[in-house]
């Protein structure tokens, strides 16, 4: 009964662009067209494709330029793929070979992967990057803490944390 009742008190109805990822197109509608499609990126690309979707602007529509960014989102991926194997007192583990690090400079912020060796060996981009893990971290507590909220298995998590000894209002740390 109470998951019914929750359900219907968290109805969505404001959609907006997360803070950094500004676009031209009104999020709403954008939010709402994606909802109609059920979320599916096919089925979203495909309506896209009308000029008169909300979201066809968002969209690289020259196929040389939407190539390019794909070689690009490629060549992430395969950074992101990579890891080297370490070794400390004896034991060895492996860890990514390259982290991302948001550099400030005067001009507009930059992502940049740096190679992890030269990360811990510079302490300035070692606070970078520990920047970023702190940033990551809080993500992940806030998207835990809607998903326990609003979800149906509310009860289950306090189950749990009651069980690891947390109380209801302490945050879930890594």
Do not use: C
């Not at 404001?14 to 979320?39: C, F, H, M, T």
């Not at 000029?51 to 330029?65: G, I, K, R, T, V």
């Not at 740096?114 to 606070?127: A, C, T």
């Amino acid at each position: 009964m109470k998951s019914d009742r929750r359900r219907r008190k968290n109805k969505v109805s404001v959609y907006q662009w997360k803070q950094g990822k500004k676009r031209s197109a009104d999020p709403q509608q954008v939010g709402e067209r994606i909802n109609r499609l059920g979320g599916d990126v096919h089925r979203v690309v495909e309506d896209a494709r009308d000029p008169d979707s909300p979201a066809h602007e968002l969209f690289e529509w020259n196929d040389e330029q939407a190539a390019h960014q794909h070689r690009l989102w490629q060549g992430r991926h395969i950074i992101r793929s990579l890891e080297i194997v370490i070794e400390k007192n004896g034991e060895q583990r492996a860890t990514d070979a390259f982290v991302n690090i948001k550099i400030e400079d005067d001009e507009e912020p930059k992502q940049q992967y740096v190679p992890w060796q030269s990360m811990i060996e510079d302490p300035d981009m070692r606070q970078l990057y520990e920047q970023s893990l702190l940033r990551d971290i809080q993500m992940i507590q806030r998207k835990y803490a809607d998903f326990k909220e609003f979800s149906e298995w509310e009860p289950l998590f306090l189950a749990i944390e009651s069980a690891l000894g947390r109380g209801e209002g302490d945050e879930l740390h890594p």
